[in-house]
């Protein structure tokens, strides 16, 4: 095994690499990092390998050869992120935390110049390993239409793994690589729905608040362009923004400066997920009668900002922003002292240049009209039931 050299030898070597997963307990320490180094000179190998072919153009052929080579990688080297992760006979004496130059220089001397192998640090070389994987420009090797479920699963499996650990986020190279790879795999591999189930779970089962903020950072540090591929890896990852704002608008309320960042963001899918996030957050969190200070002005600083988006420069930003104040006038979640504010947005945008955004503003006026009766009847039956009983008294 430690003989191989190319990539396409492992077509032939793959059922003993994976015999090495299956019986991992019965491989000493010394044999899995030999294959995990071997499996990591294969992965440089093939991506260097794959990107030139991609350039110079690949035959359907050589497309499907490069593509199992690839998927035989990932899903090696992810179920030896797993099997690391579990191994307890090996774990370092600090698990999560790669050791200090200090500590390695005891370490070394202790044994006599030779670095000592734990199952923590071959973890974090495979987790290094699957990223550059995902990084690599690996897309091209599948069908457009197609999106490969199977593989999807395989390369995201050890990461949802890494995600129930509540201590994990305090290693540099989980906390750089795992929200990376996730971010990626939103992106180009369109896993939001699943994504956005499974990482909400993780943080309110395992309260990973740390990997939640890292992931939001990926997110905002992503770069949409106005490429129309591009376009659709920003609607794929708006959706799982709204996804996750909707399940769970705590995770929104808690990494607020997060999901404000995205305002920013080139892309207009991503501030309108932005929007609709802070939307949820004021419609399920903060629309109570008793909210202390500290939440009414969280409150009032978010009404401000989609108050201010309603004159973005972009159509489709006014159109969203309008649709957002109108469903929170129909739910009843604007404070009545800001009924006459969000009439005149209503107003100001009946003479918008887009059609649709005139539309969706007659929509909102519609609606503020006919609230601002029933509160003015409710005002005067009031009145009238108070007359009634003075009346009465005399």
Known sequence: VSQVQEPKELLNIFPLFYSIAIHFDKVSITGRSQA???????????????QRQIHRGLSIDGRHFHLNIIKMLSCLIAEYIIRFDND???????????????????KASKTNGKSSLTSDSLRDK?????CDIIQSHIKPLWDPSIIDEQFVKCV???CYHLIRRTDIAKNPIVKENLPLILTIMINKFEHAREASIRFIQAVKLYDNTSLAIEFLKEIR?????AAEADNASAKTISTFIIDMARLDPNIIRTHIHQITGLLTAESHHIRVAALTALC?????????????DGQIKMRDNLLKILREHVHDETG???????????????EKK?????????????????????????????????????????????????????HKMMLKQN
């Not at 949820?280 to 202390?292: C, F, P, Q, Y």
């Open 221 to 225: 540090e992503t770069n949409f362009v």
């Open 156 to 158: 995201t499996k050890p």
């Open 280 to 292: 949820s957050v004021i419609e399920k969190l903060l629309s109570s009668n008793d909210l202390d």
């Open 316 to 330: 489709f930003i006014r159109q969203h922003c309008l649709q957002l104040w109108t469903s929170l006038v129909i």
């Open 334 to 386: 604007v404070p009545v002292t800001q009924y006459l504010e969000v009439f005149e947005l209503g107003l100001a945008r009946l003479i918008d240049i887009d059609c649709v955004v005139r539309k969706d503003a007659v929509t909102l006026v519609m609606h503020m009209i006919l609230i601002i009766l029933i509160l003015i009847l409710t005002q005067l039956e009031l009145n009238l039931k108070k």
């Open 88 to 106: 307890q006979t090996n774990k370092s004496p600090d698990v999560d935390m790669p050791p200090s130059k200090k500590c390695k220089k005891a």
């Open 36 to 50: 995990v180094e071997i499996l990591l000179q294969l992965i440089s190998l093939e991506l260097i390998d794959v």
């Open 126 to 130: 495979c987790l290094k390993g699957l």
